[in-house]
């Protein structure tokens, strides 16, 4: 059973020697352990510090990609190395690698096929933004209902995935990869598992990629919106064609009360246009829907030939 250990790192030449030290060699369960780290194009000598800090494997971006792409790129990576288990954890210690065992027991004992650390529970983030934490709740519990599956942290990029997992995730997104692994996981009916941890946000610090509470809230919730039109696409397009139906039918009912009373169109003809108008842009959603439907049932047939091409590229030796 082989444990690689990820850290994508970005301009983390203060921290990431002392991160990449603290990270435990010995598990129970596991036979090998190995550090990657995926630099994203640092300019601040991040790759050597961590060679020379142990890190087993130092791949470099030349330009800075975004995390979505670092997160791709250590995932082929470590499939490439044979990897059983990922273990994703910030290079910045903010995250405590002592903390790894119980984020890739639930893995180990069959479980799970991810588990992410959870924020929120029975540990409390320390110092973590008022606005980032609310807004974190917030879209868990928004995303959580929409998918029939309760989420207790969306973001939290400290994390483990079983080898079935880095095999069947397909992402596209640069900006960020954490909403989108989980809302794909679900969508494929894989195992998530939260586990409490503690966390401390250093007050000094300024996100990587959380540069203005704006711009995140307004890429991320693009990247979540395209997320679940993609995983459930009858929901996202049917039910506001359901709300627009029924609602253009009880403007019809009303309508019909109306004219029933002296029967002239008149006098009531807004509710009729207005009836009208709802119901096509309600059909118009249907539509959407079962074109959706249709393109995500193409797209599982190509992303189970995806899966079987690279389980025969990645097949361990």
């Given at each position: ?14 921290r990431i020697?002392?991160?990449?030290k603290?990270?435990?060699?010995n598990?129970?369960g596991?036979?090998e352990?190995?550090v ?8 601040d ?20 990609r975004g995390?979505?792409?670092?997160f791709?790129t ?20 903010q ?8 984020i890739?027991a639930?893995?180990?004992e ?5 588990v992410?650390?959870d924020?929120f ?11 980032k934490y ?18 207790k ?10 080898r079935e ?5 397909n992402?596209?997104?640069?900006f960020?990869?954490?909403?989108e692994?989980?809302?794909?996981a679900?969508?494929?009916n894989l195992k ?22 704006y ?16 995983v ?6 049917g ?8 609602v ?5 009912a ?23 108008t ?5 059909l118009?959603f ?15 047939l190509?992303?189970d030939?995806m899966?079987l091409?690279?389980?025969e590229?990645y097949?361990?030796?």
């Amino acid at each position: 059973m082989r444990l690689i250990v990820n850290l994508p790192a970005f301009n983390e030449a203060e921290r990431i020697g002392q991160t990449i030290k603290r990270i435990p060699r010995n598990f129970a369960g596991i036979d090998e352990v190995f550090v990657q780290v995926i630099d994203d194009g640092s300019k601040d000598g991040t790759a050597q510090i961590a060679k020379d800090a142990g890190a087993d494997f130092v791949f470099s971006h030349t330009t800075n990609r975004g995390p979505g792409v670092v997160f791709r790129t250590a995932v082929e990576h470590a499939l490439e190395n044979g990897a059983d288990i990922l273990a994703y954890i910030d290079a910045d210690g903010q995250f405590n690698p002592q903390d790894i065992p119980t984020i890739i027991a639930p893995i180990l004992e069959g479980k799970a096929d991810i588990v992410s650390a959870d924020r929120f529970g029975e540990h409390k983030a320390k110092n973590m933004p008022a606005a980032k934490y609310y807004l974190n709740r917030l879209a868990a519990f928004i995303i959580g209902k929409f998918m029939n599956c309760p989420i207790k942290d969306l973001t939290c990029g400290f994390r483990g995935y079983n080898r079935e997992t880095l095999l069947r995730l397909n992402l596209p997104g640069a900006f960020t990869y954490t909403q989108e692994v989980i809302i794909d996981a679900i969508g494929k009916n894989l195992k998530v598992v939260w586990v409490p941890v503690v966390v401390t946000y250093f007050e000094e610090r300024k996100s990587r990629v959380v540069k203005s509470i704006y711009k995140y809230v307004r890429d991320s919730g693009r990247i979540i919106l395209k997320a679940i039109r993609d995983v459930r696409p009858m929901k996202f397009f049917g039910i506001p064609a359901a709300f627009l139906i029924l609602v253009s039918l009880v403007i019809f009912a009303y309508f019909g009360f109306l004219y029933f009373q002296d029967f002239k169109i008149t006098p009531y003809r807004n509710y009729l246009l207005a009836a009208i108008t709802i119901l096509l842009v309600g059909l118009q959603f249907l539509v959407f829907a079962l074109i959706a439907d249709m393109i995500k049932s193409n797209r599982k047939l190509t992303e189970d030939q995806m899966y079987l091409m690279k389980k025969e590229k990645y097949t361990k030796k």
